[in-house]
């Protein structure tokens, strides 16, 4: 097989690179690669990348009709196309695209000459319009209602999906490239130097699960509303423009040619300076919410493989439920206790999520405890007051480890801090009920405790420990561990069972540590 010379004439800005045609020999094909009627000549072009201006080779080969580029640091990809003739009006395309690389990228959306416009789409967040050029330069503009736009508008929801073809998992999802926020210097355009808008370079969509092209606008300069955001592959047949894109928006694209090159720049229109900017490709899959009694809006979310997940939304309560409760967090099961709890930051697995909202069990829970932490275990602090007697400083001591040395463990550690803003005391306040020997009072927001402060009885514990026909110390060591499970969200004297710490004490059943239900109770909240 040879390579077939061709000469291209177009009228190129002087800037771009021009397009060359080399000669080669190749290897005959066997024979019964050969169609009837079908060239034996391999096509190599040099283009302009779309992308960052540079030079690249593409190779067409007539009798299997794969296209393949070659880009300057050494990657390669291939895709097929439907002939010759869809080959050659992809290489006008890269010519019309590469000369108006200059252009303001905001003016694409205001009335500029739609023949020089190919395989694009532009959305105007301003004007609230959506234009879409066809592979021929038609233009088509869609002023966006309000629901759409507010949809549109959404921080992680912004997706303009330039294909409707789906692709399945499979593989290992992996990010393809440094996915860490960078500055980028955004330049007011026209400029000499179209590298400078570039998002950190010209990368790769390795894996072809990877779909979705995502930007997210961390940080603008002073005086700088919003930027102008440009999606494309080096040919310059997938293309997507957002115009006016304001700070902590996320914008999508979704692409049509994994393995290819993509890249993104921005610009705008009236001054430059650096914004803090973070660009990712990744896989879409989506989250299923089910609010489990409660309200959710959305129902379901999209996200991508292996990144975090962000925005998951809160559900509530029915207002007029004749019972109250309230949220204990996303789960990846049903059931009331177990499975894995997935906040703001959680890695989202490669096949997506069914998430449960869980509420807080009325029959064993207080509506409010301390807050879980997003992962791992929950560390909660208080101070133990100075120059208590040994007795009482014993006891509260006692009563924190039965927690935190308890087994099977609980996702739940107490632990002494001296400048934390909880205290544990022993006093013998005036309280109007005769009957209590300790009080946790607690401070919060929503259903979230902040602040706490947990008071021992010093005279009504010793009493009580007679009663009971126990020690001061063994009593004081139980209404510790007592009052530490309010902290942690459980309720007095729990119905069906007669195995709790949160159960009143009498001659006959003296409970002296957090029981197996007890823990069942706090892992519903914190595991």
């Not at 939304?313 to 894995?340: D, K, M, Q």
Request: aromatic share 10%; net charge negative.
């Amino acid at each position: 097989m040879t390579m077939k010379k061709h000469s291209i004439t177009k009228n190129i800005c002087a800037f771009l690179l021009a397009i060359v045609v080399a000669m080669a020999n190749f290897t005959p094909l066997a024979a019964s690669a050969y169609s009837e009627g079908a060239s034996s000549d391999i096509i190599e072009v040099t283009l302009t990348s779309a992308i960052d201006g540079s030079p690249f080779i593409v190779q067409f080969n007539p009798l299997t009709n794969r296209l393949t580029s070659f880009y300057s640091n050494g990657e390669e990809s291939f895709r097929y196309v439907d002939s010759e003739e869809k080959f050659w009006e992809l290489v006008e395309i890269n010519v019309q695209v590469t000369q108006q690389m200059f252009a303001p990228f905001a003016e694409e959306s205001r009335g500029v000459d739609a023949q020089n416009h190919r395989n694009m789409t532009v959305i105007d967040f301003e004007s609230r319009t959506r234009v879409e050029y066809d592979a021929h330069g038609n233009r088509v503009e869609t002023l966006l209602g309000d629901e759409f736009y507010e949809f549109f508008s959404h921080i992680e929801i912004d997706d303009y999906a330039s294909t409707d073809e789906e692709l399945p998992l499979g593989g290992q999802i992996t990010p393809f490239f440094n996915l860490n926020p960078r500055s980028t210097f955004v330049p007011t355009f026209p400029t000499p130097d179209i590298s400078t808008s570039l998002v950190g370079g010209q990368f790769f969509v390795t894996h072809w699960t990877h779909r979705l092209l995502v930007l997210r606008v961390m940080e603008l300069p002073w005086g700088m509303p919003s930027i102008d955001v440009f999606f494309t592959n080096a040919i310059g047949d997938d293309r997507l423009m957002l115009a006016n894109v304001g700070l902590s928006r996320e914008i999508r694209h979704r692409i049509r040619f994994p393995g290819e090159a993509y890249g993104a720049r921005v610009s705008n229109l009236r001054s430059s300076g650096n914004a803090l900017l973070w660009f990712f490709a990744g896989t879409p899959v989506g989250i299923n919410l089910d609010a489990n009694g409660g309200n959710v809006t959305p129902t379901w979310i999209e996200g991508l493989a292996g990144m975090p997940i962000v925005s998951l939304p809160t559900p509530t309560w029915p207002e007029l439920a004749s019972i109250r409760r309230s949220f204990v967090g996303w789960f990846n099961t049903i059931e009331p206790v177990g499975g894995t709890r997935f906040v703001d930051g959680s890695t989202l697995p490669n096949n997506g999520l069914n998430l449960t909202a869980r509420w807080h069990n009325i029959t064993r829970h207080m509506p409010m405890w301390w807050p879980a932490a997003n992962s791992g275990t929950t560390t909660i602090p208080f101070r133990v007051q100075p120059g208590l007697p040994p007795l009482w400083a014993r006891a509260i001591d006692e009563g924190t480890r039965s927690w935190n040395n308890i087994t099977p463990s609980t996702r739940v550690a107490f632990q002494t801090n001296t400048s934390s803003s909880n205290l544990v005391t022993a006093d013998a306040p005036n309280w109007a009920n005769p009957n209590l020997v300790g009080v946790a009072y607690t401070d919060g927001v929503g259903n979230r405790i902040t602040n706490f402060i947990i008071i021992l009885h010093t005279t009504r514990i010793p009493n009580g420990a007679v009663t009971l026909s126990i020690t001061t110390e063994t009593l004081a060591m139980m209404v510790m561990a007592h009052e530490l499970g309010h902290i942690i969200g459980l309720e007095d004297n729990p119905l069906g069972t007669n195995d709790s710490i949160m159960l009143a004490p009498h001659q006959n059943r003296i409970i002296t540590r957090p029981t197996a239900f007890d823990i069942t109770s706090v892992n519903m909240l914190y595991n």
